[in-house]
Structures are given as structure tokens and as C-alpha cells.
């Protein structure tokens, strides 16, 4: 197909052709790494249209619904492209308008013949929400490097790609190998690649033919050999009708596997340390509810209840991370077990007290998380006590805002309401009053009207 495509635009010898046929073959390795459309295009005898003769099109990020090789594409709307024909200057980030009307940028490499003339330019294409990614992903050097004569053209670039490759021939025999697959295969202990059969390249047994004509079957696989864990691609070229060729990309990923696993035994660690934490502390509470029975004050009692559900306030964020492992936790998730655990344990049941949790869903650090949960439970537990005393059933909401520098928690009732009192009047306020400004680095504000009820409000830094 492309060598037919090729002939069509009459404007290339029999050895223009050949050079663009190994350019297709970079064209491919080119498209795989970045995981975007790139494409070779022709001059044909009139001066404003090319032909696309090859396209490597992504299977998954690919701005095309089909493979456009054979269109052809108009100065109108590839101004660049014509520009490095005619002046043999790379082109970069030049708009253009694609054969399906879409608007793109694109990256034009020339390539020349032995006569110095452009016979062909690579096209890399992209959309400004892949732009950032493109200057970050593509090595400037290969710019500089694709604009070089053909000879050598694609071997220097592959020199470049931090992957190991080989490309074989039609007949299964190894043509090339770039030095990242060189080094790695020396390692393996083989100290010649050029030459060697697929078969004798590849980790797994396969016959060359079985991947000419099943290329999804080894398309991409991770291989473990001797000490190293290596991701394995199988890439399948399609020279003309009748010749197809293989190219093997090679990713050693044993260092970020072996990252990976380290970090599965860290996080089973510290989910096991959270899992004793949580449990010690529901200990000094049982212990705390053993003591709370052997005493007769009542006062006594009142605040060795308090000092129980402040534990136990502190205990279900270990409880989440317990399970997650991870260093944040929603903050809707751990308010949620905070009322349910609140209510089960410490509400009247002959009273009707709703709690409604709405507001916006994030994470915050486990550290915030503990003290938040702290805060929370303090004015829950003093409206549950005296905002309701002459009520039988009641509201608390608690309402959860994400802003950007500063974030926010209000908790109101529709209780008896209260009068506001000092920080030094009250331990609950008193440590709400620490926690916010110590803690979460906020600040706090009371509201309060008899029979309307009480709404507190406090905030922290993101």
C-alpha cells in the first residue's frame, strides 16, 4: 500500500521510495512512545496538495476515527507542511485543520535523499490539550536528529529513545538494535543481536510468523527474566500487501516494580500500626467505661464520658486508615462515622435527633483529619446535651465547604439556643478553641439565639 501510495504522487524515484519505507517503520516507534497520530506525506506534481502515504495511528488516543493513508492533504489547511517542503526547515506548533475538520498542531520533520531534496515529511499531530505533554514526552534532540540524511537516519533516532529496540526483516532476522537493547542484552548474556533470529530474541516461545499475523496476541507483555522484569511490545509494520516487519520495543520496568512492591509491604505495614493504634485506644476507653462505672459522682461520670468519646473521635481515623493505608481520608467519610458511632453510642433513644452531613466531597491529611474529627465531635456532643433539653426531637446539620486557600465546616442546631461563653468558661470551647487555631490554623465563630438554636462555624488552611 504505501509503496503504491508512493508511485501515485510521481514525484519520487525508486530510491525516494525505499528511504520512505524505512521511515515508516520510525514513523511507528515514533507514534507508540508518544501515543499520537503521526503520519508521512508526499509531494505530488501539484505544488498545494500532498499525499498522506503512512499513518500510525494510537488505538486509544488517536484524533482520527480511521486511518487516513491515501487522502490528501491541501496547503489551505496544512500551511506547514508546504513550508518544509519548499524551504527544508522543521516546523513546529504550526495550526492546521485535519482532513475530518478538526483543528491540531502539528510537528513537521523534512527528510531528504541523496540529492539533498525533501522527498517526505514526518508529521506529528496533537491538540492543545496534549501539547504539554508532547513538549515534555519528545526529546528535542530527535528534532535536530530527523532532519539528518536517511542513511542513518533511523538508527540515530532510536538512539535516543530510553526503550530497547530491535527491528527485524521480513524473514525474522534481526537488522538493528539500538544501545539501551544492546546493553540490556549483554546483561541477559547475549553479546550479538544484529543477525540473530526473532526466536532467539525473544523471552517467550513464539515463532516470528505467529506475530506477523496475531499481533494483538503479543502485542504487549511483562516478562520476568533472571533478575529483571521487562515490559515486552510486539509491533507489527505493514511495508506493502505482501511484506510486513517487527519491531521490538523492550522497557526494563525492574526498578519500578520492585518500587511497587515496597510500597505494598509499606502500606500493609502502616495499616497494620493504625490496626493497633485504633485498638489500643478503644481499650483506654473500655478501660475509661470499666473506671466510669465504680463511680458514684455524677460529674465525674459526665466527664469521663466526654473523655471517652474524645478518644474514640480520635480512634476512627486510625479506623480508616486501618483499611485504606493511605494518608488521607474524606472528610465526609469520617464525619459520617463520627455521627453514626456518636449516636449509637451516646443519644437518648427516647429523642429524635437527625443528623444530615451534606457539602462537598475531598481528603484531607490524616493529621487535619484527627483534629477535624476532634473539633466535631466537641459540638456535637454539647448540642446533643443541651441544645434539645427541652425538645423531643431536633436537628444537627452539618455542612462541609471546599474553598481554595481555606475550607469550611458549620454545624448548626435548631435547639434551645445558647449564650455564648468564654473559652476559659467551658473545657469542650476551650479545646475547640486550640484545635482551630493551633491545629488547623483557622478561626472560629459562634452564633446564637434562644429558641432558634446555635450554628458554629470554623475553617482551615488546605
Do not use: W
Request: charged share 30%; glycine share 4%.
Amino acid at each position: 500500500m504505501l509503496k503504491l501510495l508512493c508511485k501515485i504522487c510521481a514525484t519520487l524515484s525508486p530510491a525516494d521510495i525505499e528511504i520512505v519505507e524505512q521511515m515508516s517503520n520510525v514513523a511507528t516507534i515514533l507514534g507508540n512512545i508518544l501515543d499520537m497520530d503521526v503520519f508521512l506525506d508526499c509531494p505530488t506534481k501539484k505544488e498545494d496538495e500532498a499525499m498522506v502515504v503512512f499513518h500510525a495511528r494510537p488505538e486509544k488516543n488517536s484524533l482520527y476515527t480511521k486511518n487516513i493513508a491515501g487522502e490528501i492533504a491541501y496547503r489551505i489547511d496544512e500551511p506547514a507542511v508546504f513550508r518544509t517542503f519548499e524551504t527544508g526547515l522543521p516546523s513546529r506548533n504550526y495550526k492546521a485543520v485535519t482532513q475530518e475538520k478538526a483543528n491540531v498542531l502539528q510537528n513537521i520533520l523534512p527528510i531528504f535523499n541523496s540529492l539533498d531534496e525533501v522527498i517526505c515529511t514526518v508529521i506529528i499531530e496533537y491538540n492543545e490539550q496534549q501539547r504539554e505533554f508532547f513538549e515534555k514526552e519528545y526529546n528535542k534532540k530527535s528534532t535536530g536528529i530527523l532532519i539528518g540524511q536517511i542513511d542513518s537516519l533511523k538508527d540515530r533516532v532510536t538512539e535516543y529513545i530510553n526503550d530497547g529496540i530491535i527491528i527485524f526483516n521480513r524473514n525474522g532476522h534481526a537488522t538493528y538494535a539500538n544501545k539501551v537493547a544492546k546493553i540490556l542484552y549483554e546483561k541477559l548474556g547475549v553479546s550479538s543481536i544484529v543477525g540473530e533470529s526473532f526466536e532467539n530474541l525473544y523471552f517467550e516461545r513464539a515463532k516470528y510468523n505467529d506475530i506477523v499475523e496475531d499481533p494483538e496476541k503479543y502485542k504487549q507483555k511483562e516478562v520476568r527474566i533472571l533478575d529483571f522484569i521487562l515490559n515486552v511490545q510486539c509491533l507489527v509494520s505493514k511495508i506493502n500487501e505482501d511484506i510486513k516487519r517487527v519491531t521490538l520495543i523492550i522497557k526494563d520496568i525492574t526498578e519500578e516494580k520492585k518500587y511497587e512492591e515496597e510500597l505494598k509491604l509499606k502500606t500493609v505495614f502502616i495499616k497494620e500500626i493504625h490496626h493497633r493504634v485504633k485498638n489500643n485506644l478503644q481499650t483506654v476507653a473500655s478501660l475509661l467505661r470499666i473506671q466510669k462505672r465504680r463511680v458514684k459522682n455524677l460529674e465525674m461520670k459526665k466527664i469521663l464520658d466526654e473523655t471517652i468519646n474524645r478518644i474514640l473521635s480520635i480512634a476512627i481515623t486510625h479506623e480508616i486508615l486501618s483499611t485504606t493505608g493511605i494518608d488521607t481520608i474524606s472528610i465526609k467519610h469520617i464525619l459520617e462515622i463520627l455521627c453514626q458511632n456518636y449516636f449509637k453510642n451516646n443519644i437518648d433513644k427516647s429523642k429524635k435527633i437527625e443528623f444530615n452531613i451534606v457539602g462537598d466531597e475531598f481528603s484531607i491529611s490524616s493529621d487535619k483529619a484527627t483534629s477535624v474529627a476532634l473539633v466535631v465531635n466537641e459540638i456535637v456532643q454539647n448540642a446533643t446535651e443541651h441544645a434539645f433539653t427541652t425538645k423531643d426531637s431536633g436537628n444537627v446539620d452539618i455542612k462541609i465547604l471546599k474553598g481554595e486557600t481555606f475550607s469550611k465546616i458549620i454545624i448548626s442546631d435548631n435547639g434551645v439556643g445558647m449564650e455564648v461563653k468564654k473559652e476559659s468558661d467551658s473545657m469542650g470551647l476551650l479545646i475547640i478553641s486550640s484545635l482551630v487555631k493551633d491545629k488547623l490554623k483557622g478561626n472560629l465563630e459562634i452564633r446564637s439565639k434562644k429558641e432558634k438554636g446555635t450554628t458554629i462555624e470554623f475553617d482551615f488552611k488546605n
